[in-house]
């Protein structure tokens, strides 16, 4: 039944999933707290990692960063482009998870990614 709704049943397990973990996290102390979906953090004294030492943010931080070098971003509209692009993309997320695009269908989901990363980049653009 799933297949005939486009494979929406494999979505909605992947963000169920998504969900499940979330919680175990927050159910733990400690930095997995602190640290919710950051793999493999360094922690400094007094449990604080520096933004730069999580890897998916310092993936985002290198993307930036080859924006300017190539031309599609200027240094001007660099500066804290990382907020703007983890915000919007971890409330579409959450969005997904828990809120109004729980349980949409496929298309509806990928749509709606795609127009916030459109949106991403026509903000940070300028």
Not at 29 to 51: D, I, T
Not at 101 to 115: F, I, K, S, T
């Amino acid at each position: 039944m799933a297949a005939a709704r486009g494979g929406s049943g494999v979505h909605r397990v992947r963000r169920r999933r998504a969900g499940l973990v979330r919680t175990r996290l927050l159910r733990r102390s400690g930095p997995a707290r602190r640290c919710l979906a950051f793999r493999r953090c360094r922690h400094r004294a007094g449990g604080q990692a520096r933004l730069e030492e999580v890897p998916p943010f310092a993936e985002l931080l290198a993307a930036l960063e080859d924006c300017v070098t190539s031309g599609a971003l200027s240094a001007e509209r660099r500066a804290g482009a990382e907020f703007s692009c983890w915000s919007a993309v971890h409330g579409c997320a959450e969005l997904m998870v828990h809120g109004p695009l729980r349980g949409a269908e496929p298309q509806v989901v990928r749509a709606v990614a795609e127009r916030v990363v459109d949106d991403i980049i026509v903000g940070i653009q300028g």
